[in-house]
């Protein structure tokens, strides 16, 4: 049986590692609220510039129009940009997307495909690391982003376009986490190119265009991706603060109900020796 | 006169909704100003300044923006800016600042389209300069 010391040893570390779980937890409250600001702020703008793509998408025939709208006709090679955080103890936030991820990656390796992955993030690269080391492209560390803005995600959105460009890959899917509320994340995947169009427009208004179609289309699509690239990381931000939240509360609750069951048995364990010495003693003064 | 729906949406938020009698839109082909019933286009921002007239007599809310898309279609405007600021809030001191890195850039540029997008880069700051400076 453990010592009385052993056990106040236990129960000390239990109440200090709860402390920090606690103050984990109110952290991750707090920047959620910021998260979430910042999600809901940016999704007018998605949300339109997916109406006016749809706008622009109903002028053309299916599988027509420029590459980035319908795709290059090919989808042999596959790059899946996988969205996670950069930091772990969120519960089973990282582990989620990732595995969303994985099975695509193994379904589309099962068919015969090429599959390439660009990481955003560590934690997501951390684990595929382990089974696709040479599919991995490309790490996009965001670690040293305090509050993310639109002039990070463009980059990674102009990277995948390049790659797109030279032929690297035929279609690209975005892997993240949508925020629904803070207990509830849903792992996603969407298709970035050919661009996924949602809900066809109302009677395509016919459209007068300035300075012509081709050049609007050529500036809008690239931007789209972007967009489509920094909703994602934001959906994830606001996702990985609620998922934290809700892991260091069970955490917190855990340490409780630890401390509680021990320092039961280290009561116990102490009245057992009391008890033990006064028989002793007793014994002992019987004994004379 | 009439109103119609009207939107100002920037990656990181939504700048103005709401019902407004007419809207003067930098287009990258002229300015233009949008009222109601005003046949669909969709046109490329350039910088510049959108006002908005939520009533024709009262003066306009200003707003700078950097470039972006305005689209008109039956159900109302809406301008997709890839920045926008109010007037009253632009930074001078920054667009002086990010004249001197296209500047910059443009000295710096090596190859042709390097050195293209690069003035054309700066040609926008600085007719931005001159618009929001007058």
């Known amino acids: ?288 | 006169m009439t109103t119609f729906h009207f939107e100002l949406v920037s990656p990181e938020k939504l700048l103005f909704s709401g019902e407004v009698e007419s809207v003067v839109v930098p287009g990258v082909e002229g300015q233009f100003t949008v009222l109601k019933d005003h046949a669909p286009v969709m046109s490329i921002l350039k910088a510049g300044i959108v006002e908005i007239f939520a009533t024709v007599t009262r003066a306009p809310e200003r707003l700078v923006v950097r470039g972006g898309f305005a689209d008109v279609a039956p159900s109302g405007l809406t301008l997709l800016a890839d920045q926008a600021t109010p007037l009253e809030q632009f930074d001078m001191a920054q667009l002086a600042q990010d004249i001197r890195d296209a500047e910059d850039d443009l000295a710096d540029a090596k190859t042709d389209e390097a050195l293209k997008s690069a003035s054309e880069k700066l040609g926008q700051l600085q007719e931005l300069k001159a618009v929001v400076g007058a």
């Open chain 1, 1 to 288: 049986m453990a010592s009385l010391k052993d056990l106040r040893t236990r129960i000390a570390s239990v109440k200090a590692t709860q402390k920090i779980t606690k103050a984990m937890q109110m952290v991750a409250a707090a920047k959620l609220r910021r998260a979430q600001t910042a999600v809901e702020a940016a999704r007018p703008y998605a949300e339109r510039m997916e109406r006016v793509l749809a706008n622009l998408a109903a002028g053309f025939e299916p599988g027509a129009g420029p590459a980035l709208l319908a795709g290059n006709g090919r989808s042999e090679t596959h790059l899946l940009v996988v969205a996670t955080a950069e930091r772990g103890l969120c519960g089973g936030f990282n582990t989620s997307i990732v595995r969303l991820a994985r099975e695509k990656a193994l379904a589309l390796q099962a068919e015969g495909k090429t599959v390439k992955i660009l990481c955003i993030g560590k934690k997501g690269y951390d684990q595929l690391r382990r089974q696709f080391e040479k599919q991995i492209v490309d790490l996009i560390d965001l670690r040293a982003v305090r509050q993310i803005a639109f002039e990070h995600a463009d980059p990674i959105g102009q990277k995948v376009i390049k790659m797109f460009e030279q032929g690297e890959f035929d279609v690209a899917t975005l892997f993240y986490s949508k925020f629904r509320s803070v207990i509830q994340q849903v792992p996603t995947a969407q298709r970035l190119i050919p661009a996924e169009i949602h809900g066809g427009a109302g009677g395509a208004a016919s459209y007068e265009f300035e300075p012509d179609q081709d050049e609007i289309l050529s500036a809008l699509l690239p931007r789209n991706i972007s967009v489509q690239i920094f909703r994602a990381i934001l959906e994830n931000a606001a996702s990985e603060q609620g998922a934290r939240m809700s892991a260091m509360d069970n955490a917190t609750r855990n340490a409780g109900e630890m401390i509680r069951k021990q320092t039961t048995i280290y009561n116990r364990t102490r009245q057992a020796m009391i008890t033990k010495e006064l028989i002793e003693i007793i014994s002992g003064a019987e004994a004379l």
